[in-house]
């Protein structure tokens, strides 16, 4: 299994970016899939998650208002992340992440998934 994300770069604050996510080598139907950020010298943490129904999308609340995940309808392996009004603090390296979360709380958790990509680079400049 591996995932790949794009999208990645160098934004001013107040812009907007869009992640993608793909992920390849198995079957995904019944696999939530996520986006988890890690700044400079602070601690990994969750982003946004969507449910592996596609019926829930789950949002941190730093990033709620601003940031949208969505799915390919067509292609289960693919996700997206549209972020806006982008500040300094979102700067991080963004990771994709998919797994079988077995409860809403597990969605929000780095043990609720299995598989996680190599990460992409997000600086926003203030």
């Known amino acids: 299994v591996q995932l790949v994300e794009s999208g990645g770069g160098l934004v001013q604050a107040g812009d907007s970016l869009r992640l993608t996510c793909e992920a390849s080598?198995?079957?995904?139907?019944?696999?939530?899939m996520g986006w988890f950020r890690q700044a400079p010298g602070k601690e990994r943490e969750f982003v946004a998650a969507?449910?592996?129904?596609?019926?829930?999308?789950?949002y941190s609340d730093s990033v709620k208002g601003r940031f949208t995940m969505s799915r390919d309808d067509y292609k289960n392996a693919e996700v997206s992340l549209q972020m806006g009004s982008l500040k300094a603090e979102d700067t991080a390296v963004y990771y994709c992440?998919?797994?079988?979360?077995?409860?809403?709380?597990?969605?929000?958790?780095?043990?609720?998934?299995?598989?996680w990509g190599q990460g992409t680079q997000v600086t926003v400049s203030s």
């Open positions: 969507i449910h592996w129904r596609g019926d829930a999308i789950y």
């Open positions: 992440v998919m797994g079988r979360p077995w409860s809403t709380d597990a969605y929000y958790q780095e043990r609720g998934y299995e598989y």
């Open positions: 080598g198995g079957s995904f139907r019944t696999y939530g």
